[in-house]
């Protein structure tokens, strides 16, 4: 009887290394039915995620997925990209649209009651962008009787109008790039949100709009996750401490953000538990 325990032990251990094996040094192999993940990213995010047609997103947050992904023991081709807007990503996740969401998706306590994250991957700052030859909007407080303009389900322009108590007049959109359309048609004063975002816009219309540079609240970037993901988050976790170990974070982050007009960390933020 000792013995076939045993050997039952050592049988399964040796399917279990087999299996790790055939992840091809993926680490977690707890891939869906259909062998795919599908992950939520911005699609009109330029330097985090872009999507200018192709079907294949670009960016830091796209390379990021990417290299989790990878550590989940998904190859690149497995990835189905989905698009997220800021007001979707949570009902994505709660309703198994997607399996994860990277996509300058900010830790909060009030979304973490309706979705897991695992991370922080990187820290944002908020700030805010006007047109270049703007004069009178400096600071936050010259907002006050000024039209700002952010999209929907993102919480930067709360920081302003509510935790600053700041009274800009403010143009909801449903994503970032409209805010820069109209940033552009001169029919906002300013946006905001995450200077990664904002810098990526300013770089791709170099001499348009200027970044304030100001550092209004830490934006801490997690991978969202459904509800109740406690070892998905864990292995997303290792995932994230592995690229930031073996140089690739710095090299995305470099890759993406190399031309923007900020100063960002390479770093690996402190990790939150998982709950
Ligand atoms: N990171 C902020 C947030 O999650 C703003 C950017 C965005 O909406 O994606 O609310």
Redesign the pocket.
Do not use: H
């Given at each position: 009887m000792r013995a076939r325990t045993l050997s039952t032990t050592v049988a399964g251990a040796a399917a279990l290394a087999l299996a790790l094996t055939a992840c091809g040094g993926g680490g977690g192999g707890d891939q869906a039915d259909d062998g795919t993940i599908t992950i939520g990213v911005?699609y009109d995010q330029p330097g985090l995620g872009l999507e200018e047609g192709s079907g294949q997103p670009a960016g830091f947050d796209v390379d990021v997925a990417t290299y989790i992904a990878g550590e989940l023991g998904y190859e690149p081709d497995q990835i189905e990209w989905t698009e997220a807007a800021?007001a979707n990503r949570e009902t994505f996740l709660q309703q198994g649209t997607v399996d994860m969401v990277v996509?300058?998706?900010?830790i909060t306590d009030e979304r973490k009651q309706l979705v897991d994250f695992a991370g922080p991957y990187y820290v944002?700052q908020q700030d805010i962008l006007v047109q270049a030859e703007n004069e009178d909007v400096a600071a936050a407080e010259d907002l006050e009787g000024r039209t700002l303009c952010s999209?929907s389900?993102?919480?930067?322009a709360e920081t302003i109008t509510e935790t600053m108590g700041i009274g800009a007049e403010l143009r909801e959109t449903q994503n970032y790039s409209e805010c820069l359309q109209l940033l552009t048609d001169g029919q906002v004063d300013a946006v905001t949100?995450?200077n990664t975002?904002l810098a990526g816009y300013a770089a791709q219309q170099a001499g348009e709009f200027k970044l304030l540079g100001l550092e209004m609240q830490e934006?801490r970037?997690g991978v969202g996750l459904p509800k109740g993901s406690t070892e998905r988050c864990e292995e997303v976790n290792a995932a994230i401490a592995q690229m930031y170990e073996d140089g690739s974070a710095e090299e995305f982050l470099n890759a993406n953000f190399g031309e923007a007009e900020f100063e960002y960390s390479t770093e690996q933020p402190e990790a939150d538990g998982c709950a």
């Open positions: 911005k800021s996509a300058t998706y900010s944002a999209a389900g993102s919480r930067s949100t995450d975002i934006e970037y």
